[in-house]
C-alpha cells in the first residue's frame, strides 16, 4: 500500500507540474494573441495608439479573468473526478481483501474435510476388525454345532444299549437341554450385535450425507467466484494505467484458485473411493445375514430333533423307572381357577415368588399375552411401544430375570411365535392369576 501510494503521488506531481508549465505557455500565448488581435483591431479605425494599447490591456485583462474562471471550474472537475476514481481505487482493494478471506476460509474448510476423512478410513478399519472378529466367533459356532452332530449320534448309538444305560441316557437329556438353552442365548447374542452394525452403518451413511451437502455447497461457491474474478479481470483492464501491480496479485489468485480446484477433485475421488468401500462394506453386512438366518436354521433344525428325542424316550423311561420329568402336580395347578390367589402364592415356589416380585407390571403383562392369545405379537409391539423399546429385548429381559433368579429360561425365542417352555406354564399361569 505504501509503495502504492508513493508511487500515485509521484505520478500526481509530475502530471501537476507538466500541466502547470503548459498552462503558463498557453496563458503567455493566450495574453499575446488578445493584445495583438484588439489593439489590431481598435489602431485600424482611428490610428490612435494610446487607446488601442489601453483596450489591448483591458481584453488581455478580460481574457485572463475568464481563463481563471474557466482553469477554476476545470480543476474542480478534475477534482471531483480523482476523488471518484479513490473511491473506486479503494472499493477494488475492499473487494480483493474479501476475495483473499473467502479463499482463506475455503483452504480452512478443505483442512476440515481431510481430517474427517481421515476418520471416517479409522472407523472403516475398525469396522474390518470387527468383522473379522465376527467371521472368527462364526467358525467356533461351527465347531460347536459339530460337536453337538457328535454328540447327538453318540446319544443315538447308546439308544441301541438303553437297557444297560438308562441313567447316562437322562444324563444326556439334560446336557441337550442345556446346551439348547446355550445355543438360544448365543443366538440372542449374535442378533443384538447384528443391531448394533446395522446402526453403525447408519451413522456412516448419515456421515457420507453430510459430506455430499458440504461437497455440493462448495460446487455452489465455485461459480460465485468465478463470476468475481472475471468482474474483477474487467476492471484491472479499464484500471492498467493506475493499478500495475494489481495484474501480480491477480496471477497469484489465479494460482490459489487452481490448487482450489485441485483439491476439490481429490476431495471428489476421495469420497468416490469411500462410497464404494460403503457399497463394499453393505454387501459383506448382507452375506454375514444370511450366514445368520443358514445357522438359526440349522440350530432349529437341530431343536426340532432334540425335541422329538424327548418325545420318543420320555414313554419308555415313565413307564420303567416311573419318572416324572414334567410333574402332574403342576399340570393340576394349571388347572385349578384363578380366583384362589392364596393357594397360588402357598403353592409358588422361593425362587418364582422372587421373579414375581422383580418382575415389572407391564413385563408380566407381556407373559400374560403369551399364555392367553394364539398370536401374541401385536399384543408385545403395543406393549414395547408405550414403554419406547422392542419387542425382542422385553422377552430378552424376561429371560435374563428368570436366568438370574430361577437359573433358567421360560420364553422360547427359536419359534416364529414365542412360547414359554411347558416345563415352566404352571408357574407362569399362577404368577398370573395373583396378577389379575
Known amino acids: 500500500m505504501t509503495l502504492k501510494t508513493t508511487y500515485s503521488e509521484n505520478l500526481t506531481r509530475l502530471k501537476t507540474s507538466n500541466m502547470q508549465s503548459v498552462i503558463i505557455s498557453n496563458r503567455l500565448f493566450l495574453g499575446i494573441v488578445a493584445f495583438s488581435v484588439s489593439f489590431g483591431l481598435s ?40 476523488t471518484s476514481l479513490r473511491k473506486r481505487i479503494k472499493e477494488l482493494e475492499g473487494l480483493k481483501s474479501r476475495i483473499v478471506r473467502e479463499i482463506n476460509q475455503i483452504e480452512e474448510h478443505r483442512s476440515i474435510l481431510y481430517a474427517e476423512s481421515s476418520q471416517l478410513q479409522n472407523q472403516i478399519a475398525e469396522r474390518r476388525n470387527q468383522r473379522d472378529i465376527f467371521h472368527h466367533d462364526l467358525s467356533n459356532f461351527v465347531g460347536q454345532k459339530k460337536q ?142 444370511d450366514e445368520r438366518d443358514l445357522l438359526q436354521s440349522q440350530v432349529w433344525e437341530l431343536l426340532q430333533q432334540a425335541e422329538t428325542f424327548n418325545q420318543e424316550s420320555l414313554p419308555e423311561t415313565a413307564e420303567e423307572d416311573d419318572i416324572d420329568l414334567f410333574p402332574f402336580s403342576e399340570l393340576m395347578d394349571s388347572l385349578e381357577p384363578r380366583n384362589s390367589h392364596l393357594d397360588t402364592a402357598q403353592n409358588l415356589p422361593e425362587e418364582w415368588a422372587n421373579f414375581l416380585e422383580n418382575l415389572p407390571a407391564y ?62 406354564i404352571s408357574n407362569v399361569k399362577k404368577m398370573i392369576s395373583m396378577y389379575g
Open 43 to 82: 489602431l485600424v479605425p482611428n490610428w490612435d495608439f494610446t487607446k488601442a494599447f489601453f483596450t489591448g490591456v483591458i481584453t488581455v485583462i478580460a481574457t485572463y479573468v475568464a481563463a481563471f474562471c474557466v482553469d477554476q471550474r476545470r480543476k474542480n472537475h478534475e477534482m471531483l473526478v480523482l
Open 363 to 424: 413385563e408380566l403383562q407381556v407373559l400374560k399375552a403369551i399364555v392367553e392369545e394364539d398370536n401374541p405379537k401385536p399384543a408385545i409391539k403395543q406393549i414395547a411401544e408405550e414403554h419406547i423399546t422392542m419387542p425382542n429385548l422385553l422377552i430378552d429381559s424376561i429371560n435374563e430375570l428368570a436366568n438370574d433368579t430361577i437359573g433358567e429360561l421360560i420364553i422360547e425365542t427359536s419359534a416364529e411365535i414365542p412360547a414359554v417352555y411347558q416345563e415352566h
Open 148 to 289: 453337538l452332530e457328535a454328540e447327538i449320534s453318540n446319544t443315538r448309538n447308546e439308544l441301541t444299549n438303553l437297557d444297560k444305560s438308562k441313567l447316562e441316557l437322562n444324563n444326556s437329556i439334560s446336557i441337550l437341554t442345556a446346551e439348547k438353552r446355550r445355543l438360544e442365548l448365543n443366538c440372542t447374542v449374535s442378533r443384538s450385535e447384528i443391531i448394533q452394525l446395522q446402526t453403525q452403518i447408519d451413522e456412516l451413511q448419515q456421515e457420507k450425507q453430510e459430506i455430499e451437502n458440504s461437497l455440493t455447497l462448495l460446487g455452489r461457491l465455485k461459480p460465485q467466484l468465478e463470476e468475481k474474478l472475471y468482474e474483477l479481470r474487467i476492471e484491472i483492464q479499464e484500471l492498467e494505467i493506475y493499478t500495475a501491480k494489481q495484474n501480480q496479485l491477480l496471477a497469484t489468485t489465479k494460482n490459489e484458485r487452481a490448487d482450489i480446484e485441485s483439491s476439490l477433485n481429490s476431495l471428489q475421488t476421495q469420497t468416490t473411493t469411500q462410497q464404494a468401500e460403503l457399497n463394499q462394506l453393505q454387501e459383506q453386512v448382507k452375506l454375514l445375514q
